[in-house]
């Protein structure tokens, strides 16, 4: 079912890039809008992994740089049934992590030098977990191609109030008219942001189960991510915040001070997500 959803409100997303784009171009502006979107995530689908790593200054280790991190890595990916990624190390403070890659096969964990130095090994393991449920589910390239398509989506929205408001296009070619145009243009790049959210805040839930699941404990995950939570808002990731269309590859918002509780967040509430997981273990309480 979860599937079924994201495939709905990824339609939803590429219809909406097409109707921006025939507001601009009517019938033929449509074609062209699909056609870049087609362009953009082949593009997305070759490259989104090596980009966002080099944008983030990710160091590739191996077994003889991280012997810890590279064994947790190997022996949970076999648990999960995937091929060994490839494991990457951030020199940023803040402790956080995020997967990325097309496939499986074409897969990387990263994990930042403030998370390595906060969590214990069991909760690193937690993390990593839930890091390989996303690469499991492929929910790498489902939210490559979501922030794709919803970033374009602002990029249309902007040529079409340009066009809403200095444009001569015949109306009889626009059935939405002058105010229609400018309406959609504003309120379209929300609706995609919505869409892209809602993508990215069920696809974390189902990686915590799969995180506590491939871990077999997961309590393991629930307390790291309250060690995360709490040292995240308090400490800036410059290159996050720089470009925050990347905030939801990340386990927390990596965004310093974001308030993950509202209707545009881009992860669930921590809060929620570690009582589903105390929920997993049997435990209502204080860890056990």
């Known amino acids: 079912m979860n599937t079924l959803r994201t495939g709905l409100l990824i339609a939803a997303l ?3 890039f097409m109707a921006v784009g025939y507001l601009i171009g ?3 502006g449509m074609v062209i809008a699909f056609l870049v979107a087609a362009a953009m995530n082949l593009f997305a689908y070759w490259n ?5 790593l080099r ?5 590739e280790v191996d077994r003889a740089a991280a012997p810890g991190l590279y064994g947790i890595v190997e022996q949970l990916a076999d648990r999960a049934g995937i091929p060994m990624p490839r494991v990457y190390v951030i020199d940023q403070a803040q402790p956080n992590a995020f997967a990325t890659g097309r496939d499986p096969a074409h897969a990387a ?10 969590v214990s090994q069991e ?11 996303h690469i499991k589910h492929r929910d790498t390239l489902t939210m490559t191609i979501t922030a794709t398509i919803a970033g374009a989506i602002g990029m249309l929205a902007n040529f079409a109030f340009f066009f809403g408001v200095f444009g001569a296009r015949d109306e009889r070619d626009n059935p939405l008219g002058f105010v229609g145009t400018l309406l959609v243009a504003l309120l379209a790049p929300i609706a995609a942001s919505l869409v892209q959210l809602a993508i990215s805040r ?3 839930y189902e990686a915590d189960r799969a995180g506590a699941e491939v871990s077999g404990h ?3 995950l629930a307390s790291a991510l309250e060690k995360i939570e709490a040292h995240a808002r308090a400490t800036p990731n410059p290159v996050a915040a720089a470009h925050p269309a990347t905030a939801h590859l990340f386990i927390v918002n990596p965004i310093a001070g974001a308030h993950l509780d509202n209707l545009f967040a881009s992860h669930p509430a921590t809060g929620d997500r570690i009582r589903r997981l105390r929920q997993l273990a049997g435990v209502a309480g204080p860890w056990g």
């Open 218 to 220: 997961p309590l393991w």
């Open 123 to 133: 909760e690193l393991a937690g993390v990593l977990g839930h890091e390989l449920g």
């Open 55 to 59: 944008l983030y200054g990710a160091r």
């Open 26 to 28: 009517g019938e033929s």
């Open 109 to 118: 964990v990263c994990v930042t030098r403030g998370l390595l130095g906060i």
């Open 202 to 204: 069920s696809r974390e």
């Open 48 to 52: 989104s992994d090596r980009m966002v």
């Open 14 to 16: 590429t219809a909406l």
